[in-house]
């Protein structure tokens, strides 16, 4: 073994940091390059502009790229041409703007650039753009990236409880909502047609009154996630959906709720023989758990959609009173890794571990109606003896490897495809040779379909009526 003293220890670091400090020194700046950007815009699509009380909302963050070309370091400057009083910031490697100075950038290398921006109300009507430009300088060289983004002012409700009764009427600027909203005992909440409302992430609308969304077959109104763009329109959990909470009651007309994680949940509410969720022409599709709930609920549904959810398109939990005509009920979303049918029905409550808690009785009525989906079974059961189990189908379309078990097998078809447009993208139109065409009950079918057109002298099972 050697053993090494101290004096050639200190030796031999001393001769690294010699070599260390050589490299720094010998560093080689260019004078001047024109630096190389991976794009020459940054472009937000359509977003809010700020609510003056809270920081909502932000902008995502948008990244790019700024690469030196050459084979020597520079040093770069950078610049927000609106300064601290623009609307985007910047942040690159690491170091916030508006202005940066002296970022070195190896040869060939590159450097990472976030963007953000926060838009201030414009009292337009329509989305306006708002641009500015970041800039680049090496030496006596400069290049820009552009920014740009579309702002749309909107009215904002946040953490509400409407304790009177409340419309909303303005087809033109949207209504936004920021956390939970609630439809106070005894209230009323009105939603007029051509009304679009976007709702937070943290979003629940509670309903302990009566909600009434009046849609028209060429004014729908529209509830969704609170980025309305194009790219996430059919993505699920962008906010909580609409819960009747016992004691509540609503009418939805021509209206398309979603981007929720469960679209529509009716708790029971007492209403007796009436339904208290009415649903008519409406389309609740794209949620993460659960298009429609009903735990020991009543709820009707004609004509309506319920469309490409994580669980369930449909769950009658804790028994409950529903009847649907000609609705459509598919799910082809592959949101979540789901191992049972996506339409279920229970007499039951159950605990995490299936241990039966309590029953309750179910009455459901389906007529006219498509169950559908990517499993070879698309129908869950849950039946106890301890309470009533009633059901009436007729003129339906089910996917499901135990057809018998429940259903009219002498009435309804059994596992034959119906043949939507296109399953990939959402759309449960009809293809022109569906066995689904003119197969309905002349006498129990609806004379519409979920667009308000009306429907043929031999109607169509489901939704939509194709012509």
């Not at 003129?395 to 429940?406: A, G, M, R």
Request: include cysteine; hydrophobic fraction near 35%.
């Amino acid at each position: 073994m050697t053993i090494f003293s101290n004096k050639y220890i200190l030796s031999f670091f001393g001769g690294c940091l010699f070599l260390l400090s050589s490299c720094i020194k010998d560093l080689d700046f260019a004078s001047s390059a024109n630096l190389k950007w991976s794009k020459d815009t940054v472009y937000f699509d359509t977003i809010f502009t700020r609510d003056k009380t809270t920081g909502y909302p932000i902008s995502v963050t948008k990244l790019i790229s700024i690469k030196n070309p050459e084979n020597r370091w520079v040093k770069a400057d950078f610049s927000v041409v609106g300064g601290k009083n623009s609307p985007f910031s910047i942040n690159i490697d690491g170091i916030a703007g508006p202005e940066i100075s002296g970022l070195e950038i190896a040869p060939k290398d590159s450097v990472f650039v976030f963007v953000q921006c926060r838009l201030q109300a414009n009292n337009q009507t329509q989305p306006a753009l708002v641009l500015d430009s970041l800039y680049a300088r090496v030496g006596n060289k400069q290049s820009k990236l552009i920014l740009a983004a579309y702002g749309w002012d909107a009215h904002y409700v946040k953490d509400t409880v409407f304790p009177a009764n409340t419309i909303w009427s303005d087809q033109v600027k949207p209504y936004v909502i920021i956390g939970a909203a609630v439809v106070a005992p005894g209230r009323t909440f009105q939603i007029n047609q051509g009304v679009k409302v976007y709702a937070s992430a943290q979003t629940v609308l509670y309903v302990l009154g009566d909600l009434q969304l009046n849609g028209t077959a060429q004014n729908r109104i529209t509830i969704k996630g609170d980025k309305p763009v194009s790219s996430t329109e059919k993505l699920p959990n962008q906010w909580g959906g609409i819960w009747f909470l016992p004691g509540g009651k609503g009418n939805l007309e021509y209206s398309d709720i979603t981007n929720a994680s469960v679209g529509l949940r009716a708790d029971s509410t007492g209403c007796g023989n009436s339904p208290c969720v009415n649903l008519s022409q409406t389309r609740i599709q794209f949620c993460g758990t659960a298009c429609l709930i009903g735990l020991g609920g009543a709820i009707k549904a004609e004509n309506c959609l319920f469309a490409d959810a994580g669980t369930y398109t449909f769950l009658a939990y804790f028994g409950g009173k529903y009847q649907f005509n000609n609705c459509t009920f598919a799910e082809h979303s592959n949101f979540g890794n789901r191992q049972e049918g996506s339409f279920a029905v229970t007499n039951t409550y159950r605990d995490g571990n299936g241990k039966l808690l309590a029953s309750n009785d179910l009455d459901l009525k389906i007529t006219n109606c498509l169950v559908w989906g990517y499993k070879i079974d698309e129908i869950t059961t849950d039946k106890v003896s301890q309470s009533a189990w009633a059901i009436s189908d007729e003129n339906n379309y089910f996917k499901s490897k135990n057809e018998y078990d429940h259903w009219n097998k002498t009435t309804n078809i059994f596992n034959r495809d119906p043949l939507f447009e296109n399953v990939s993208n959402g759309d449960y139109q009809l293809k022109s040779n569906s066995p689904a065409i003119s197969s309905a009950n002349i006498a129990t079918a609806s004379t519409i379909d979920i667009l308000g057109k009306q429907r043929k002298s031999a109607p169509d099972i489901g939704a939509y009526e194709k012509f």
